[in-house]
């Protein structure tokens, strides 16, 4: 919820927080409504492929959010 009221924050890292597939998707929801963020810094996290690019559709949304960093070695694959 106060990502989604932020006015100021401009660049968040999350780098090493254990984010994991419900995580993202709650962080994604929230930053639907964020006007300020515009680099978002998730690398060394534990939420999958499938779900970063489903909760990733959510973010079509946000027009101010230019960058966001992953890192190869921050999302784990899963094989359907």
């Not at 515009?38 to 559709?57: D, G, H, I, Q, V």
Request: aromatic fraction near 8%.
């Amino acid at each position: 919820e106060a990502l989604c009221k932020n006015e100021t924050l401009d660049e968040l890292c999350l780098n090493n927080c254990n984010i994991d597939d419900d995580c993202i998707a709650e962080l994604f929801e929230s930053l639907v409504l964020n006007s300020s963020l515009t680099k978002l810094f998730l690398p060394r996290n534990n939420f999958t492929y499938m779900k970063l690019s489903e909760a990733s559709k959510i973010l079509e949304e946000n027009y101010t959010l230019t960058c966001i960093e992953f890192g190869v070695e921050s999302i784990v694959p899963v094989f359907e």
